[in-house]
């Protein structure tokens, strides 16, 4: 056993950390670490820088730009990218379609699509959930009936995440509704969002903010040659989808930026004569944080180093649950710690009241969102029981 | 980084399992044995010596095997599955670890391998009634006269105190400071009452009265020694902590497979599966941060603050996954008959022996404005 990185490693983690932290505009890492919402513009550029240096893909098979690093590399890599507030490179384009067509989409697919999504050349966005079909995903009722060389698609998605920033969506849709298992008989299709008959509505969040939409389709005809893997197996490609989309989610980088954040503020913030960081309740409560986040990294170490052939380990939801109560946790501490401040959300100018204490409880309300998305910590649960403890 | 076990530590942990599991794999025979003096198995105890184990820690030179931090970490876990009583991390770990790591060379040549062959047991006493968790010693006085010195005092609770038959004594100097002695069993003015605890192991109220003692080593205040010694023990504990919570989840899950209620096994139940799923998130890290712990010893990084750590979760993880490891058997549970309850209170014992859950989060506490971020892979601990 040894604790350090080697030295290879080492030099890798400094090659990451100042690539971030050199060649990303620090405008926009400003904004990250602001907690403000980076702009479209604001990912599309720094996704295409990261891309020119092939460092937004690194996953991806290596034909199709990724790198074949290890685990551990890639998780250097996410690690880094975080704590130097680097906006990610889009998680519906390289974590989520990306890797859907590399390897259930056809030759033809994949020189159309492959290099403009790892690129950001095509914003995609998720036409997954439905009013009736959350995290039970396999209940969805959209619908795809072939016409001719056409399918046409009537029916309504939500939660869509920055739907309103999206070139094409990749949506899963029932084509064969006779199908005896709800599974069986569920197609994936992509197509433009400007297609006619896809209208969006954007759902303003408890934050103020609008990041996820309503999608609805209303005789949506999309070519043949738009359906991905094979008609009735879109499952098959939903599963392979929402497995990766646990990777990474630890999201040990962010947590450890924002407590540093925190433990700033406190230290800026005073209360009976003191900064609340010598307040023993405050210390104490930011040294459980701190003391769960490395028992949460060293489980992602330990994950990343026992997962085989790219597949997301059987304990990466752990991960999932430890990493999202964490990041609210750590956003709750912020909101207390700019105690009576937090209620001045949406001040503008001629406020006294300082920008990270108007930002701190839309982000907490927001952040409860962490919890229930990428499969809610129930999901996880009993994922938990089910698969790792056979219960 | 590297956190796996190489194949001569896999080895080693199947090896220790096996003679655990023929010893205790009944929890009838533990119960058996831990009720009466003293309050584990002297043969087990033989048997241990004869593995090497007694003096895995120590080196080769004083008949121990030179093994390193992760290899006691395996035994502690081991001892753990099976709530084997026998003394190792007060024995070997602790009260040997002062002697290997103050000791004079004749000292170590003399205890040491009487320890590693099993033919001595010894203990650290240390705690004193009302000092709860501290490095130094008050209510226990040493006094010198000429070369010869002589401690007075009572030391209580010390870990099966009334078997041992070396004592590593620590004691307040007349000049200030804490020093270390080491007091024969059957030294003169000694008197030691033994009894049972409630996790079936044993402590004993010690009382010197003009005892004579042996400085440890060269002498002097040893205060810093102690506050090392105790974090080394606290790291082995959470091991043995993480071994206990295992098997009680284990337990646990079995029994939400086999007990029926309402016509059907209690896993249908899934408010119970998601409790058992919870444990698991707290086993998981626990296991981490253990590990991690012992490979930072090993790196010879900063061993206090990372058996803090460790202290620190295992205590957290350790009630969650002991009281819930009851409430889910429900009834049986709370009975000495049946051995999940028996985990939780040997958690709760290990809990509080060189300082608990909150103990451990106030000395973190007090630090955590002197830097931004933790590296678990780089300073101060690596």
């Known amino acids: 056993m040894q604790l350090q990185l080697s030295p290879e490693l080492q030099a890798f983690r400094e090659e990451m950390r100042t690539f971030f932290t050199t060649q990303v505009p620090q405008e926009i890492r400003d904004k990250v670490a602001a907690r403000r919402h980076p702009t479209k513009q604001d990912f599309v550029t720094t996704q295409q820088i990261l891309n020119a240096a092939n460092l937004a893909v690194p996953h991806w098979p290596v034909q199709y730009g990724g790198r074949d690093w290890t685990p551990l590399q890639r998780h250097i890599w996410r690690e880094e990218m975080q704590l130097a507030k680097v906006p990610e490179p889009l998680a519906f384009n390289t974590s989520m379609i990306g890797p859907v067509l590399a390897q259930f989409g056809n030759e033809e697919q994949k020189d159309r699509f492959l290099a403009k999504t790892a690129n950001l050349d095509i914003w995609w966005c998720q036409g997954f959930s439905e009013p009736d079909a959350g995290s039970d995903l396999a209940s969805l009722r959209t619908t795809a009936v072939q016409d001719g060389d056409e399918w046409v698609v009537n029916g309504q998605k939500t939660w869509t995440t920055m739907g309103q920033h999206a070139d094409w969506i990749f949506c899963l849709a029932r084509t064969d509704p006779t199908a005896e298992k709800k ?209 | 980084m590297d956190f796996t076990y190489d194949s001569e530590q896999n080895d080693l942990r199947e090896a220790v399992a096996a003679l655990l599991a023929r010893a205790y794999g009944d929890s009838e025979v533990r119960r058996k044995v831990t009720k009466t003096d003293p309050g584990f198995d002297e043969k087990v105890w033989t048997q241990l010596a004869e593995m090497g184990l007694l003096g895995l820690p120590f080196a080769e030179e004083h008949g121990g095997m030179g093994a390193g931090p992760v290899e006691v970490a395996i035994v502690a876990e081991e001892i753990g599955r099976v709530l084997a009583p026998e003394p190792f991390i007060e024995a070997v770990v602790l009260a040997g670890g002062l002697i290997s790591s103050v000791g004079s060379d004749a000292q170590k040549g003399e205890l040491l391998e009487a320890i590693a062959g099993g033919s001595s047991l010894p203990t650290f006493a240390h705690a004193e009634i009302g000092a709860r968790w501290t490095p130094t010693a008050s209510a226990v006085t040493a006094t010198q006269a000429g070369d010869a010195w002589t401690l007075s005092g009572v030391k209580e609770p010390v870990p099966h105190g009334a078997r041992a038959d070396v004592l590593v004594v620590s004691a307040a100097l007349p000049g200030g400071g804490t020093g270390l002695f080491v007091v024969q069993g059957d030294a003169t003015g000694l008197s030691r009452t033994g009894y049972r605890n409630h996790d079936g192991t044993r402590s004993a109220n010690v009382r010197f009265e003009g005892t004579p003692a042996t400085q440890l080593g060269t002498g002097g205040d040893q205060t810093d020694a102690i506050e090392r010694a105790q974090a080394v023990a606290r790291i082995a504990y959470s091991h043995e902590a993480v071994g206990a919570m295992d098997t009680a989840l284990r337990t646990t899950v079995e029994y939400l497979k086999t007990r029926k209620q309402f016509g059907v096994t209690l896993n249908k139940f899934q408010a119970l599966n998601f409790r058992a799923a919870d444990m698991y998130v707290s086993l998981e890290l626990a296991r981490s941060i253990a590990l991690w712990a012992s490979v930072v010893q090993l790196s010879d990084g900063d061993v206090v603050t990372a058996a803090d750590r460790a202290r620190l979760l295992t205590s957290r993880t350790g009630r969650h996954i002991g009281k819930d490891a009851i409430q889910l058997h429900g009834g049986i549970g709370v009975t000495a008959e049946y051995k999940v309850g028996h985990y939780t209170s040997r958690l709760t014992a290990i809990d509080h022996l060189l300082g608990d859950g909150d103990f451990a989060a106030d000395r973190l506490a007090a630090k955590v404005g002197s830097y931004p971020t933790v590296d678990p892979l780089g300073a101060p601990y690596a």
């Open chain 1, 183 to 391: 599974q069986r008989g569920i197609s994936m299709l992509v197509f433009p969002m400007d297609t006619p008959g896809v209208t969006l509505r954007p759902i303003e969040l408890l934050d103020g903010g609008f990041e996820v939409n309503e999608v609805f389709f209303e005789d949506v005809r999309v070519p043949s040659e738009n359906l991905i893997g094979e008609v009735n197996k879109g499952w098959d490609q939903a599963k392979f989808l929402l497995g990766n989309e646990r990777v990474g989610i630890a999201r040990v980088g962010g947590i450890k930026g924002m407590l540093a954040l925190a433990k700033e503020l406190a230290r800026e913030t005073h209360y009976n004569g003191r900064p609340l960081l010598e307040d023993p309740r405050y210390a104490s409560r930011i040294a459980e944080i701190e003391n769960e986040l490395v028992a949460l990294e060293l489980t992602a170490l330990r994950v990343v180093a026992n997962s085989a052939d790219g597949k997301p380990h059987p304990a990466s939801s752990v991960l999932k649950l430890k990493g999202s109560v964490l990041q609210q946790e750590v956003t709750e501490l912020i909101v207390d710690i700019a105690g009576p401040l937090s209620v001045a959300s949406f001040a503008e100018e001629g406020s006294d009241v300082p920008d990270w204490a108007r930002v701190a409880a839309p982000e907490y309300l927001n952040y409860r969102k962490v919890s229930i998305y990428g499969g809610s910590n129930e999901v996880q649960r009993v994922i938990i029981s089910g698969t790792i403890l056979g219960l």
